[in-house]
């Protein structure tokens, strides 16, 4: 029946997705939830592009405001505190510091803009912005002594990459199928649907769905030329975003916001307990470039950035580690990148009858719940749902906390996991939330976790994640499901990998 022996017919699908970011995944949720039969492509691993290189913000975008991005911020600020209830243990609130710096955006700007902020998103459990003088603790002796005053206002962090697992976990839980290092080579509308060869670890495949959704991010455009031979009207705008990481440079759980001369911002915000996180930039990105990675202009970029605040200035020298990713926007035209659009756009086709291929350009972290509800609106037309939408109320795997309490959560475990040390057992709580007993298990104090290969990295957690979360290396456990590879040392990841790479040998 077919060229290659490999291939074989597959059970039809409702829905084919192919790339498992954050939008992938989410879609592939809402979906499930809803009833349809949901097959996942993802190339790599999942979140291992774009998705694990953001800020780490679950946030309204308060430089989004002087773009006139009214919607896309309310809709940001409305979603932060559904995702915040969804999953306490990944996402927790976090106190912002904007200095004012006589000669950029004046006092009372900044005042209104914070205003406008705390009032569009019908702030519920955040507090809302209060001025702080910064010539005193703890920002005294931090920041430059002729930054005097400042506002303070909320958002939250993520664990970006966990947050794409927790909705691929859900979505498998509903019966989506997730399928990670696997390829699509080819769409071919076919009948009523759609027909796709793929490929995971060498073996292809031939699967049937009635509709696809092309959420690759950054190639997004690539897979449209799978099946669309005449030029495509809609385009992504590649824009690449790099972050530094220092050692930490103040104390507290606060970050801080900057304003540059270029009209520009960046982040300072505190990382892996040692760290300090900054960034990003925002450059164009050619795919002909080869790797994403940062350079030493936007190295330079950020360290004279932060160093224009802080009282030590930072030099590519304090510069322990870095990342870069690629930001798939929508092109709206924009000539300055800083001001393309973060809003998402939803291109739908039907290149056969009555079967829909919708094309995700754009989007962030922070919507990407919303905007799965939207794919699913738009569908609507063509599938038979089971259950209405459903997201905006559901936790999402472990965040389902009692009254999204981390903090009493994490007492409580205290007390079950006694004889663990304190340090490894908060960084496995906020990982996992209630799930942490698959780690754990359910009683011992002092539970049995195998082998430790250093920072609180033990068999047990690495073993939970090749069963349960699609790890299959040991980048996608020291980069992805967790952050440990900014604190193991080269020796630690070398013997690490060795142990991961002898479960297959």
């Not at 913000?57 to 209830?85: P, S």
Request: proline share 3%; glycine share 8%; aromatic share 10%.
């Amino acid at each position: 029946m077919f060229e290659n022996e490999n291939e074989r017919i597959m059970a039809d699908y409702d829905l084919l997705i192919i790339g498992g970011g954050i939008n992938g995944t989410a879609i592939a949720r809402d979906a499930a939830g809803r009833g349809l039969k949901v097959l996942l492509c993802e190339r790599d691993d999942l979140a291992n592009h774009t998705s694990s290189s953001s800020t780490k913000l679950i946030h309204g975008g308060l430089r989004y405001l002087e773009y006139y991005e009214f919607k896309l911020v309310r809709h940001a600020l409305i979603e932060r505190e559904v995702l915040l209830r969804a999953a306490p243990h990944i996402i927790w609130p976090m106190r912002f510091v904007l200095p004012y710096d006589k000669g950029l955006r004046p006092k009372w700007m900044l005042r209104a803009g914070l205003f406008l902020y705390d009032s569009l998103g019908g702030r519920e459990k955040l507090p809302g912005t209060k001025t702080v003088k910064l010539n005193k603790p703890p920002h005294q002796g931090v920041l430059e002594s002729r930054l005097t005053q400042g506002f303070e206002y909320s958002d939250c962090w993520v664990e970006d990459a966990r947050l794409v697992v927790l909705n691929a976990l859900d979505a498998a839980n509903r019966g989506a199928d997730i399928r990670t290092r696997t390829e699509v080579l080819s769409i071919e509308a076919d009948g009523s649907g759609y027909k796709a060869e793929i490929k995971t670890n060498g073996t292809t495949a031939t699967v049937t769905a009635k509709g696809c959704i092309n959420s690759a991010g950054p190639w997004v455009d690539e897979v449209l030329k799978k099946i669309q031979r005449t030029k495509n009207d809609k385009s992504v705008r590649l824009v690449k975003g790099s972050h530094i990481v220092t050692k930490r440079l103040f104390e507290g759980d606060h970050a801080y916001i900057f304003q540059n001369a270029d009209n520009r911002i960046i982040f300072a915000i505190p990382y892996e307990r040692d760290y300090t996180l900054i960034g990003t930039t925002d450059k164009p990105y050619d795919p002909s470039e080869g790797k994403v990675k940062i350079s030493q202009e936007e190295i330079d970029y950020l360290c004279g950035a932060a160093s224009e605040y802080f009282e030590n200035d930072i030099t590519p020298e304090d510069v322990t580690w870095t990342y870069s990713g690629v930001r798939p926007l929508y092109d709206d035209k924009s000539e300055d990148a800083s001001a393309v659009t973060r809003d998402y756009v939803l291109e739908l086709d039907e290149f056969t009858k009555d079967a829909p291929f919708m094309s995700i350009y754009g989007g962030k972290i922070t919507t990407s719940r919303k905007l799965a509800e939207h794919v699913m609106e738009q569908l609507h037309p063509f599938y038979d749902y089971k259950k209405k939408g459903w997201t905006e109320t559901a936790g999402l795997p472990g965040g389902d906390i009692a009254d999204a309490d981390f903090d009493a959560f994490y007492e409580k475990m205290r007390k079950r996991y006694r004889a663990m040390e304190a340090k490894v057992l908060l960084r496995l709580c906020h990982g996992y939330g209630t799930r942490v007993t698959l780690i754990l298990g359910d009683g011992d104090t002092a539970p049995e976790l195998g082998q430790h290969f250093g920072q609180g990295l033990y068999e047990a957690e690495a073993r939970y994640l090749i069963n349960h979360e699609w790890a299959t290396s040991a980048d996608d456990i020291i980069w992805r499901r967790t952050k440990l590879g900014v604190h193991l040392s080269t020796s630690e990841k070398d013997a690490f990998t060795e142990w991961f790479n002898s479960l297959n040998s």
